[in-house]
């Protein structure tokens, strides 16, 4: 199976969160769904949740709503599947009105983000505070949509690693000169693990956005915080 990903449109009439989707969700998910104060907010939480499972269910051979998740001692989730029986890994990120879902074959972890580009957000400062000094240069000479490419990069890596949120500051992502597919390449090297690098591809999701997709071994990093 290798690397799948789908993108989702989670304002699609089709998406909105309707009953057969609702009911697919978990009793948690939905308690997760009806906190939402924000109705847009929720109904995209649903469509995003909804299509996870039926992606899912459709490459398990089981019925969306009998899914059985789990989570890692990180607090990443994972599938719990029948005794026995392999695991494809998968992630999910949702920002406004897309969605990506990512799923690896088993022995691969794969992590993937989507951010849609703020225009409000101080970007220059946190770069400053977050990212280390040549990419803090690269977000100074690039702009806005450099901050959120190289943040992208930085959460998918910490998503397929295990790592915890100290990570986003360990993780330097190097440009390279190859092009795949409309994704840019390059590199992401954990400073708290030597030697170790996770291939990373840059996608076109829609204008305003910025997403990355990052696999790596199937072992995870020691959780770093």
């Known amino acids: ?10 304002d699609r009439p089709e998406r909105a969160g309707g009953p057969g989707r609702w009911h697919c969700l978990s009793g948690a998910e939905r308690d997760k769904a009806a906190a939402f104060a924000d109705p847009l907010a929720r109904r995209r939480y649903v469509a995003a ?37 392999p695991r494809p890994d998968f992630n999910l990120s949702h920002s406004a009105e897309w969605a990506l879902i990512a799923v690896a074959a088993p022995g691969t972890r794969v992590g993937v983000d989507v951010e849609r580009v703020r225009a409000d957000l101080d970007h220059l400062e946190m770069a400053r505070r977050m990212y280390q000094p040549e990419e803090a240069a690269r977000v100074r000479e690039a702009g806005l949509g450099e901050y959120f490419r190289l943040w992208t990069a930085k ?15 360990d993780v330097l992502v190097r440009p390279a000169a190859a092009t795949c597919e409309q994704s840019r390449g390059g590199s992401a090297v ?13 996608l076109d999701v829609a204008p305003g956005y910025a997403a990355a997709l990052v ?11």
Request: hydrophobic letters at 40%.
């Open 1 to 10: 199976m290798g690397v799948r990903l789908w993108r989702v449109h989670l």
């Open 49 to 85: 949740h909804a299509a996870l499972r039926h992606v899912l269910g459709r490459l398990c051979g089981v019925p969306a709503a009998r899914l059985a998740f789990g989570a890692e001692e990180s607090g990443r989730p994972c599938l719990l599947p029948p005794a026995g029986r």
């Open 155 to 169: 959460e998918a890596y910490v998503k397929a690693s295990g790592a915890g949120l100290a990570g986003l500051r």
């Open 190 to 202: 954990s400073r708290s693990l030597p030697g170790s690098r996770a291939p990373v591809r840059w």
């Open 215 to 225: 696999t790596t071994a199937s072992t995870p990093a020691p959780r770093t915080g």
